[in-house]
Structures are given as structure tokens and as C-alpha cells.
């Protein structure tokens, strides 16, 4: 099965700096990779997630990259703010019906005013 | 407006009580999911169904259940509470054809004395 890799647990940025968190994953046909924010004491909602046919996708000041020779999946914060302060939760799925999720264990990111 | 519900949102009851954790979605998802979570850590898959009728236990035995008579509605029962299952348990729900966002509730906080 699937197995998700994810570093480093914790990060600490000053504001306004970038930060990058990095999974990779076991299971070569996986192909669905999303990225979620669980910020303190509430749910877990996505951020960005990425297919396997793209390499890279932005929105505004995140983005993800996706190495798929590699196995291995990014996510780029830039110009980092303290409401980025948060637990990041990569994953990694096949594109079929009836496949779960596998998250990776999470990053803890604090950025610092 | 949709949604997933988890009720309560709070349960502190003590050891050998049973209790049922319930979660309801009006997202029309076929796909429902049971996670396991300690504040800020990894999260735990603990059941996940495809559809009416349709239950399977996920990577952690968490020595509960659960059924899916109706399409919106999954909960899950503890037969016999035990301080080991003091966590949060986070219902989510998913789309039915290909793989898609997995949307949470917002958690039960379970505390077993």
C-alpha cells in the first residue's frame, strides 16, 4: 500500500520569508496529491492539490510541485504571514473509485512576527 | 448550505460506557470517513465507506464500529469506552467518481475518564 512520507515535522520562518514542506510517497500509481491547513483547534481543509498530468500549480502565494519520477511533492509558501501558522497535512491517493487518502504526519509551521 | 455535522462536539463519560459519535453530510457524497486525531498530530483512519450498506475498517482498530444506512448518515459507536480512546474524531466525506477533495467535520472532542 501507500506510504507517505513528510518533512520537517516542525518549521519555524520570520514573516514574510518562504517556506517549503516536502512529502514523497510510495505508490507509483498514485496520481491525486493534495495538501491541507488544519489551523489551531479546527478542521482540516485544503489549501491546493495537484494531478499527476501538471508539474506545478499557484494559487496566489502558494504552490505546489510535483516530481513524479522522483515520488516526491512540495509545497512553497512564500511571503509568509502569521495566519499561515498552522499544521500541514500532504497526501497521496490513486485517481480511482474507492481509494483512500494516506496523509503524511503533518508539519507544524510557526511563523514568527 | 452543505455541510458535514458531527454530534457532540464535546463527551467527557467515563470507562465501559458505550457511545455513538454521529456525522451527517448534506454534500450528496457517496464516500464517508472516520479519522482519528490527537490534537495537531497524524490522522488516523479508522473507517470509511463507499456507500449504503458498505463499511470497511481502516489502518488503526480503534475497537469501534460503524453503519451506513443512509447515504448522509455514518456514525460510529464505541461499545465499551476506554481511556485509551481519549481524542478527537474527525468525519469526512468525499465525491463519488474519481478522486476528489475529502471535506471534514469539525470533530468530536471524546475525553473517556
Known amino acids: 500500500g501507500e506510504n507517505v512520507e513528510q518533512h520537517p515535522s516542525t518549521l519555524s520562518v520570520q514573516e514574510g520569508d518562504s517556506a517549503v514542506i516536502k512529502c514523497t510517497y510510495s505508490d507509483s500509481a498514485s496520481n491525486y496529491f493534495p495538501w491541507y491547513k488544519q489551523e489551531l483547534g479546527k478542521r482540516p481543509q485544503l489549501i491546493i492539490d495537484i494531478r499527476s498530468n501538471v ?4 494559487d496566489q502565494r502558494i504552490a505546489v510541485t510535483l516530481n513524479k519520477t522522483a515520488k516526491h511533492f512540495s509545497l512553497h509558501i512564500t511571503e509568509t504571514q502569521p495566519e499561515d ?7 497521496a491517493t490513486p485517481d480511482n473509485y474507492g481509494q483512500n487518502f494516506v496523509f503524511g504526519p503533518g508539519t507544524r509551521l510557526s511563523v514568527l512576527p | 448550505e452543505a455541510d458535514i455535522y458531527q454530534t457532540p462536539r464535546y463527551l467527557v463519560i467515563g470507562t465501559g460506557k458505550k457511545i455513538t459519535l454521529e456525522c451527517s453530510q448534506t454534500m450528496g457524497h457517496d464516500k464517508m470517513y472516520w479519522y482519528q486525531q490527537d490534537p495537531g498530530m497524524e490522522l488516523h483512519l479508522i ?3 463507499y456507500g449504503v450498506n458498505s463499511t470497511e475498517k481502516g489502518d488503526l482498530s480503534s475497537e469501534s464500529t460503524v453503519s451506513r444506512i443512509r447515504t448522509e448518515h455514518f456514525p460510529l459507536t464505541l461499545e465499551s469506552a476506554r481511556p485509551s480512546h481519549t481524542s478527537q474524531y474527525l468525519c469526512a466525506s468525499s465525491g463519488t467518481w474519481g478522486q476528489g477533495e475529502q471535506f471534514f467535520g469539525p470533530g468530536t472532542r471524546l475525553t473517556v475518564l
Open chain 2, 47 to 49: 473507517h470509511y465507506s
Open chain 1, 55 to 58: 508539474g506545478e500549480k499557484k
Open chain 1, 85 to 91: 501558522s498552522a499544521v500541514y497535512f500532504c497526501a
